[in-house]
């Protein structure tokens, strides 16, 4: 089982990147898809979270607005569209998936059972 985090990059203040995120090894298919994001000396924090049955999704207040969580096209994919960047969103982003999850439990890191390797953003000032 593996996820492939793409798109980190570095990009100055209010700029964008898109992140891609492909599940493979598994014959089913993830019920909820999220990413996480951990900046140096702080802990793993929530940015946004899918569920592909209905697209439910939920982000985190200081991203609302800005970024955007959808489902590829191809099964277990997705992506985050990241819009008016800041330096603090600077950190390394993870993905995760899980087989099966419940709306109140997407933005905490113990719903998911399935990790990326995560991808550095960096947002210069």
């Known amino acids: 089982v593996q996820l492939q985090a793409s798109g980190g990059g570095l990009v100055q203040d209010g700029g964008s990147l898109r992140l891609a995120c492909a599940g493979s090894?598994?014959?089913?298919?993830?019920?909820?898809m999220g990413w996480f994001r951990q900046a140096p000396g702080k802990e793993r924090e929530f940015v946004a979270a899918i569920k592909y049955d209905g697209g439910t999704t939920r982000y985190l207040d200081s991203v609302a607005g800005r970024f955007t969580i959808s489902r590829g096209n191809t099964k277990n994919t997705v992506y985050l569209q990241m819009n008016n960047l800041k330096p603090e969103d600077t950190a390394v982003y993870l993905c995760?998936?899980?087989?099966?999850?419940?709306?109140?439990?997407?933005?905490?890191?113990?719903?998911?059972?399935?990790w990326g390797q995560g991808t550095l953003v960096t947002v210069s000032s």
């Open positions: 995760a998936a899980t087989a099966s999850c419940i709306s109140s439990t997407v933005s905490y890191t113990g719903a998911y059972n399935y």
């Open positions: 090894g598994v014959t089913f298919s993830y019920r909820c």
